[in-house]
């Protein structure tokens, strides 16, 4: 039996702990996980604070980087899960491969990042969370857990690292060796001891494909993101108009981006198809739309009936729609003659009767902007 060198809470409140709390190994917990629930990677780490994630999230936000994401305004919280479970030992990390190949998409259809061809991956992973907080409780009775997808403010990725899950990349996505970046995260903070793994050594070494490939320059240093310029954010997050800088180099981009994944020569080699039955056989955006399709969605009912259960509800039908008015503004511009006719008549429908104001407003400026190409706009 191996013990534990501190105990966080304990430590916290009584300084000079003399009496180590014996660690439980992880290895009944992994192969659960691993065989019963589908789980591709799992790692352990301990519950301590991390202050150098805070202090690099600290940074992050007092530069303003993250924009309108006024939910990440909490670093000590994000960072110390004690806070979000008194007297959490551990946390146990899960990993889903994603990936999935990707079909050309014709400049008439709205490209969706592949995190979202299907089910809400938040309602999947949390499934998987739920079942493995079961198991834990059967086995060690009297302990508390807390379930983390994106839905307690906990920096999953720092964690995930410190669990040994993979490394940070230069583009800010955590890399596991088995199948690169496309992996999502989801944990559970607990009050079980249990083994931590060791953190995994990994490098981009030279490599900078990543900086170089984002069309709008969101990687602005090794490791760090002017998230107020990545394309995922400006489609799914913000709630403003797509701001003319990037509106061309979003091109048809209408739900999230994969760009710097797909560069990455992490990927090129250890990316490997989704196996998770519950990512495998939901479609629900799939990884393109036509943008006439999008445009004709008039109500929040039919955007429901269309999208209930996909991360596409995020950006709700103003949000989806904004990006598809871009989208088109920019195949109309590229090739007018082919595009024009299937997409100006439902442009100018928005402009003239869509519920939303400024879903309006946006189609009026791009109309005036395809009459007038020379002219700038809050779309183009
Ligand atoms: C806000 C957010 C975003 C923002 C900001 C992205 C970002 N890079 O953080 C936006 C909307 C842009 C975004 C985009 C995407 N996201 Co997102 N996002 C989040 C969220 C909710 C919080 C992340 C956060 O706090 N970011 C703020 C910054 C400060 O954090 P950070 O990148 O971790 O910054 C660290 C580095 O600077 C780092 N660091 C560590 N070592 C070093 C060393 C050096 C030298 C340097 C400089 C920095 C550094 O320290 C900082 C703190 O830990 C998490 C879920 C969660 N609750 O954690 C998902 C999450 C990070 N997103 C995820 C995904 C899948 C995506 C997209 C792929 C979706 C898409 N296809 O569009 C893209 C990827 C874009 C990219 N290149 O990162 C996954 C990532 C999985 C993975 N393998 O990494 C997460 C974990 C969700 C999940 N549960 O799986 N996302
Ligand atoms: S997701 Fe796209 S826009 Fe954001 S950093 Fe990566 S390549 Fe750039
Ligand atoms: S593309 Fe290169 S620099 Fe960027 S994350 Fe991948 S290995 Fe690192």
Same mark, same amino acid.
């Given at each position: 039996m191996r013990f534990a060198l501190f105990a966080p809470h304990i430590k916290s409140l009584?300084? *000079? !702990?003399t009496t180590p709390i014996p660690l439980i190994p992880s290895q009944a917990i992994r192969d659960h996980a691993r065989?019963? !629930?589908?789980?591709?990677l799992i790692g352990v780490c301990s519950a301590e604070k991390n202050l150098q994630a805070e202090k690099y999230l600290e940074e992050f936000l007092a530069a303003g980087l993250h924009g309108e994401m006024k939910y990440l305004e909490n670093p000590a919280m994000r960072t110390d899960p004690q806070q979000l479970l008194p007297g959490a030992q551990s946390v146990i990390v899960i990993a889903i491969n994603y990936y999935r190949e990707k079909p050309e998409t014709p400049p008439d259809h709205g490209r969706i990042a592949r995190y979202a061809w299907g089910r809400d991956y938040h309602k999947v992973l949390r499934k998987i969370l739920k079942q493995l907080q079961k198991f834990l409780e059967s086995r060690w009775p009297d302990h508390q857990h807390r379930i983390c997808v994106?839905? =307690? *403010? !906990?920096l999953e990725k720092a964690f995930a690292e410190q669990a040994g899950i993979g490394f940070y990349g230069k583009n800010t996505t955590l890399i596991s060796q088995e199948f690169g970046s496309y992996i999502l995260l989801g944990e559970i903070i607990t009050t079980l001891p249990i083994t931590p793994d060791p953190k995994r050594t990994g490098t981009c070494g030279s490599c900078a494909r990543c900086i170089t490939a984002c069309p709008t320059q969101a990687l602005t240093a090794p490791g760090r993101m002017d998230a107020r310029r990545c394309i995922s954010y400006l489609t799914l997050?913000?709630?403003? =108009?797509?701001p003319e800088e990037f509106s061309e180099s979003t091109v048809n981009l209408i739900a999230g981006c994969d760009i710097c994944q797909e560069v990455c020569p992490y990927n090129k080699s250890f990316a490997k198809p989704l196996t998770h039955p519950d990512l495998a056989t939901t479609e629900i955006a799939g990884d393109s739309i036509a943008l006439t399709e999008i445009l004709s969605l008039r109500s929040d009912e039919d955007y429901l009936a269309r999208f209930a259960g996909s991360p596409l509800m995020r950006p709700k039908r103003r949000g989806l729609i904004r990006n598809a008015l871009n989208a088109a503004g920019n195949a109309i511009h590229t090739d007018s003659d082919k595009y024009g006719p299937m997409l100006i008549p439902l442009i100018t429908q928005i402009a003239h009767e869509d519920s939303n104001p400024s879903l309006r407003v946006i189609a009026a400026d791009l109309l005036s902007s395809i009459k007038n190409p020379s002219a700038s706009s809050p779309t183009r």
């Open positions: 009584h300084p *000079p !702990l065989r019963e !629930l589908g789980v591709d994106d839905s =307690a *403010p !906990l997050e913000s709630r403003s =108009a797509i």
